[in-house]
């Protein structure tokens, strides 16, 4: 069990994305000290479980053709293995396809892999509760 997964399912108050996200839905998940920490299987083929605490919402459907496009195609840049941060060009390919008001950020690309692209951003017109701009993880099905 990957040791991520493993800490995570000790600790109480967890929720894992099981199936991630339904279908063509892709969904946000803010770091915000709520006592709920929240996992997803991402990476492509490396299969990583990254856990933050935080509230998750979806965002509505997703471009999945362009997402899997991107990071699973045979002869794409990433081929299923998008696993150990994204680059500059793959933020680039990602920002104008986010809702508005979300931007990849630049300064987490490290953290990044396919299924979980750090961002940050304001949630209008999402969230009710004005918490000016947040930081989080935008996750989807993830399509290993």
Not at 45 to 61: D, K, N, Q, R, T
Not at 85 to 93: L, R
């Amino acid at each position: 069990m990957a040791e991520g997964l493993a800490d995570f399912l000790g600790q109480k108050k967890n929720i894992i994305l099981a199936g991630d996200f339904v279908d063509d839905q892709w969904g946000l998940i803010v770091e915000h000290p709520t006592g709920l920490r929240w996992t997803a299987q991402v990476g492509g083929y490396a299969c990583h479980h990254p856990v933050i605490e935080g509230f998750a919402f979806s965002l509505g459907i997703s471009p999945i053709l362009k997402l899997n496009a991107h990071f699973y195609d045979h002869g794409s840049k990433w081929n299923g293995w998008c696993c150990e941060g994204i680059d500059i060009e793959t933020a680039d390919f990602l920002d104008p396809l986010l809702p508005a008001g979300l931007r990849v950020d630049h300064n987490r690309l490290g953290e990044g892999q396919e299924a979980w692209i750090p961002i940050r951003g304001t949630l209008s017109p999402w969230a009710a509760a004005n918490l000016g701009e947040v930081t989080g993880f935008l996750t989807w099905q993830n399509s290993d």
